[in-house]
């Protein structure tokens, strides 16, 4: 049987994947124009917070071997 491929741009957005199987993923918006966002957006937006469920099974099926 054939090796499946990743798909790279669906790898790059996984931060973590928990040892019960959920997936972690980075806040956006830290990343451009910073000085114009407030404080408390900057420092929130660099947390992990977990990926929806519906979504979890789409990036299983794109990153087969993480």
């Known amino acids: 049987m054939p090796k499946l491929k990743t798909r790279k741009s669906a790898a790059k957005r996984i931060a973590k994947v928990t040892s019960t199987g959920k997936i972690l993923r980075k806040k956006t918006i830290a ?36």
């Open 31 to 66: 990343q451009h124009l910073v000085h114009r966002k407030s404080t408390r957006t900057v420092k929130t937006s660099g947390n992990e917070m977990t990926v929806s469920k519906s979504d979890t099974e789409k990036l299983k099926k794109l990153t087969p071997y993480r």
